[in-house]
């Protein structure tokens, strides 16, 4: 959806062409590992295996289980540092091997600082690209394995149970009562041969002969507005199928303090509620596993990331306490979790993976962006931003990482502008003025039937370069405007006693027909950016940095797509850099929900950054008022 | 219900007045702890806390918490072994009193021998007495505690949930998404001041203000024909209400094999039976509930003793590997279990603990008696009998157990028996010749109906005692009969050229209408016998022992209870031994689901004798049909 306007914007030069991510470096971690013969020192947190050392680092370790101590490829060499023997080394090598400092790199666990020999390649580890240009290893919670046992006698009577875990013994496996009540059928319709479906630590299935290849997963983001569902084939870790469509608790209202005040004023509300979030995640679900001609039930995980509110919302736990203060919520990491808990019907015993939300303001969908993006691991000073109705702000260095929540309002959703409109077909969403002629891009190409969040942006932007709207906000006089540009000059004029700047006259050239910004719009997008780059200047300020020293901005969010970087730069909503530092992330919450099934790795990261992050109120500093009302001047 | 006749055979000298549960001492272990001052000596499994070697073996320590490591009442000092610091004992001592020995007893595992000191008691601990006159000390699954949280701030936002779990910091608990459910709202309800119901380790709902006091468990013993539930109050370890009905499922068959067959012939079948047991033991927890005022949502959790059939379709695993050979259980253990599962309306996240298999005809009921009469325990040479129609016996003397099942067929249980009746009203239970006179009891003390179980045994036993049956299990002729009891004599009869014994002559003293034993009956009480002599032969056999060195016989199930320990040996169904060592050992399999709600290390104990006790399967024994022949006889 979003590729078309990044091209553009590519051919415009306003984006950057090089993918940011690939450039990311571990930050955090205590213990250094040297990889000869590349000549390659990581630092990585002690007990991370050197098989994910290696493959965090782009460090190509030979595996074809995915680091799960199986296929016995991953052999390195030890050659300085603590290297105590595995279970599965005393298998693999001989003693004089061990002795040597033979080990399995996926067990080795870097306990302390490491020098090791990585062996050329054999065959080619399995990685997917996701996220911010992020390459992960291939490392599924989902895993399946085929199995052929022998059959039972009367002088082995070994239960079907104890015969299966048996072969699977390299995993400590929990049983779900579903696999159970299907094993001895399964077992004696297939001659003893047959598949485990294991997600995490959970024996949630067996099925008949080999379904080995067929193992699917569904990343959500579950969005106020959009949700987006994204079939993976966990396999080749690509997606098979994208769907998205509006959520069904709209009705309920636009933003998520509407939805928390309906719990409020009416008990009932959080099951209608709940019972919504759920059937549009459930919907998307069927959707995509049509699209991708997948059934159902060989999708065996699921992963959602979404705000603090939508995520209280789809599991039924009251969001009250997160409306008004102290801002409470009821829990940062989720308890273990099924599909059929947020109401999916795929695999009836699939899991589901909930991102853990920072705060009331700052959710799972900021966690799974942040991982989607490497805060955590990039060593730049970078600034993301997820702008919306609620804007959550990130600010780190990958050693210490800042977050808050800043209230920026609905203008950037269309809403309380006078002809605002969500991004949709007839949305003006891009302004330009260019040689004194007013450009516009429009939705759907289509006549413009109101101005979209990044449209408003842009025309506040271009008309501030016009010098048609002063930095504090106004538009300037008539004759001053038509001093400055003559060609523009008639389009500012008066509805109701209101100023207006007309940008389409619609049908017959009356002005209650066209579409325009009007003086209060601009006042509302003051406020939006202002109470923006208050969060962000508070956050550097707490951080010890100015904001031009920030090496980069990640625009994130479906709006934060559609922004233009260098308007963003002009109205002040990000910090004044180059217009090729300010990158746009796309829906990094999705992508990070994607990673979370691709990497059980990537999903304990996620897990990490609760402990890594700070979250920042705001709204109990005393001297926010004052800082907001120095920001709401547009920049010099 | 069996306590009338309990009393009875007491007062008939039949029953040992001594409870010998009282007399058990640990058997299984491999560590010595010495407590002084008492000077006694233990041997238990390393890795046992003191505080449990003391309970196990009578020596009281201190505690009102239970051994949950919260009260710090358990005080003792190791005077010499190994005896590491925990984490609770430097908040509990002085470094001067950790360095005299001081421990918390619950948290000193005896990994080594220890001798140990005990100081006097300042409370009592609290115990119940379950099982065969076990003492058990309290230490339910199920815990409640009370407590009074800090309200949140804007200076302290911690979740709703990780302020309750820092008030819980002594356990590591997972969480149930319903308690997180119902987290908000409690906390908020009552000045944050709730209770939280944990069940083993993990958290599954709060309740605002203090509820400690009510925590309720229901224990179940489903059996193929009756199904009994008892409702225990965890808090003091007393039953508050007993109930039994019928399994439902009884028109699919009386016992396990045609139930078994029912899901072979018609797939629908097992959903079915699945329902109609699980309806049972709902209907049953209801009738408990209102009995003893207890709302079902106090009900935190349920155990489950039945054999491996009736366990497998109350899961609605498929049974039918069991009723064929090799004859394969699902599982030994069954996964972790709601009460919901096997469709137990309780508490809606109640538990369930799940009695495992040691065989397909040694199930969870077995497993549980074992439990319930110390079998792991006791130094003695004991024999357990669950008499049946499919009949399990174990042989031990704590040390070593062996347990094989007997196919003793439907004799008991009054099926395949001319005039047989299952024990309920009319049935003649009790048979006895005295001065020449029959005296019948009859179930209800109405007209006769038919012959039971017990009344079949006590008419063969007393009719070999008369002569009137031989050894080899045929009805004397007529004048051989006169002259050996000539009162007797005119009712050894004839019906449809089958010789029979008249028992009651009904109304008009018409054959047809007559109450008898005849010498089918005679046969198949003969083929039943020596099913279970042969069994617990060949397990005296395996261990080296002979049948008269045992030194207890433990007769269990509802039909052992009814038992004449006298006939029972009279026709060789026991071994010939004094008749005080044989002992009713009551309904053992609901005794053994009690316990395992009052004490999770009884309940491990459950789980520990699978892999103390050897399964014996008889029927590819070669010896087996010449043994089963040479039992058919009656002892001399």
């Known amino acids: 959806m979003t590729e078309g306007y990044r091209d553009q914007f590519l051919r415009e030069g306003l984006l950057d062409p090089t993918p940011r991510g690939a450039e990311v470096e571990l930050a955090v971690g205590r213990v250094r590992v040297h990889f000869a013969p590349a000549d390659r020192e990581v630092r990585v947190p002690a007990g991370v295996s050197v098989f994910d050392a290696a493959s965090w680092n782009g460090i190509a370790i030979d595996s074809t289980c995915g680091g799960h101590g199986t296929c016995r490829k991953c052999r390195i060499r030890v050659l300085d540092g603590p290297a105590p023997v595995s279970r599965l080394d005393v298998r693999a090598f001989s003693p004089e091997q061990l002795r040597q400092g033979w080990r399995l790199a996926c067990l080795a666990a870097a306990h302390g600082d490491l020098a090791v020999e990585v062996p050329p390649l054999v065959t080619r580890p399995k990685a997917a690209t996701v996220g911010v240009g992020r390459q992960v290893i291939l490392r599924p919670a989902i895993q399946k394995r085929y199995l052929k046992l022998a059959e039972p006698t009367l002088a082995d009577q070994t239960s079907d149970l104890e015969r299966l875990l048996a072969a699977l013994d390299d995993l400590q496996l929990r049983v779900d009562l579903h696999a159970l009540r299907r094993l001895p059928a399964a077992l004696r319709a297939s001659d003893y041969t047959i598949t485990a479906v294991v997600v995490d630590d959970v024996l949630i299935d067996v099925e008949p002969g080999d379904s080995t290849a067929r193992r699917y ?256 906000g106004r538009f300037v006089p008539a004759d001053r405007a038509r001093e400055l540009a003559p060609t523009l000059a008639d389009r500012l004029t008066e509805i109701d006693g209101e100023r207006i700047f007309v940008l389409h006259w619609g049908g017959v050239g009356e002005v209650r027909e066209a579409i325009y910004l009007s003086q209060r719009d601009v006042r509302e997008l003051q406020f939006a950016k202002a109470a923006i780059s208050t969060g962000w200047s508070l956050l550097a300020e707490e951080l010890g940095v100015t904001p031009r020293s920030i090496q980069q901005v990640l625009l994130a969010g479906s709006f934060g797509s559609y922004l233009s970087p260098a308007n963003a730069i002009k109205i002040g909503l990000v910090p004044r850099l180059s217009v090729l530092r300010i990158v746009h992330a796309g829906n990094v919450a999705g992508e990070g929900a994607k990673m979370a099934l691709l990497s059980v790795r990537e999903r304990s990261g996620a897990a990490a950054l609760l402990e890594e992050v700070r979250y920042v109120e705001l709204s109990d500093r005393p001297d926010f008022n004052d800082r907001f009302v120095d920001q709401l001047a547009f920049p010099a």
């Not at 989720?334 to 899991?351: K, M, N, S, T, Y």
Request: overall charge negative.
């Open 217 to 472: 997963a569904i990343a959500f983001d579950l969005g106020t507005t959009t949700v987006v569902a994204t079939l993976l084939d966990t396999a080749t870790g690509t997606p098979v199928a994208v769907r998205s469509m509006l959520n069904k608790q709209q009705p309920f209202g636009a933003d998520v303090i509407t939805r928390i005040s309906a719990t409020m004023l009416d008990p009932e509300a959080i099951e209608r509620l709940q019972t919504l979030a759920q059937d549009t995640l459930d919907e998307l679900a069927a959707d995509v596993c049509k699209q991708g001609e997948v059934n159902p039930a060989e999708v065996y995980e699921i992963a959602l990331a979404g705000n603090a509110t939508m995520t209280h919302l789809v599991l039924g736990v009251p969001p009250e306490p997160l409306g008004v203060a102290p801002f409470i919520l009821s829990t940062r990491h989720w308890p273990e979790l099924l599909a059929a808990d947020v109401g999916v019907r795929v695999h009836p015993r699939a899991r589901a993976v909930v991102f853990p939300s920072l705060g009331a303001y700052v959710g799972g969908d900021v966690v799974a962006g942040m991982l989607a993006s490497g805060m955590d691991r990039d060593k730049r000073l970078r600034l993301f931003i997820d702008v919306g109705t609620n804007c959550e702000i990130v600010l780190g260095d990958g050693e210490r990482i800042l977050t808050t929540a800043a209230p920026a309002g609905p203008a950037f959703e269309g809403a309380a502008i006078r002809c605002g409109m969500r991004a949709a077909d007839g949305a003006i969403e891009v302004v330009r003025v260019a040689d004194g002629q007013l450009r516009l891009q429009v939705i759907g190409d289509v006549e413009p039937r109101g101005l979209c969040g990044s449209g408003l942006v842009d025309a506040v932007a271009e008309l501030l370069t016009a010098g048609l709207i002063d930095r504090s």
